[in-house]
């Protein structure tokens, strides 16, 4: 999965480079490519890159419940002694 988004991200920053080398000779395939690439960057690295980061995380952990909120006060008053 990692090579598939470096692969992939590569990919994107090429399309782009080469739309926007396109775009001064021929606006309307420069900004095809330009549109095409971020579309893919957008709808399928984005989502594919998130998943990768976040799939053996819980959520728990990020939200402000009472019990971390608890946890983050005597981290705040060990840290002060």
């Known amino acids: 999965m990692k090579y598939i988004i ?3 991200f590569i990919s994107v ?3 782009l480079g080469i739309g926007f ?3 001064p ?3 309307a395939t420069g900004n095809l490519i330009i549109g095409l690439s971020l579309m893919i960057g957008f ?4 989502p594919l890159f998130i998943y990768y980061r ?5 959520v728990k952990d990020y939200m402000l419940t009472k019990e971390n909120i608890k946890k983050m006060q005597d981290y705040q ?3 002060k002694i």
């Open 6 to 8: 470096g692969i992939l």
């Open 13 to 15: 920053l090429i399309a």
């Open 21 to 23: 080398y396109l775009k």
């Open 25 to 27: 000779d021929d606006e």
């Open 43 to 46: 709808l399928v690295l984005m």
């Open 54 to 58: 976040w799939k053996n995380r819980s």
């Open 77 to 79: 008053k060990e840290k």
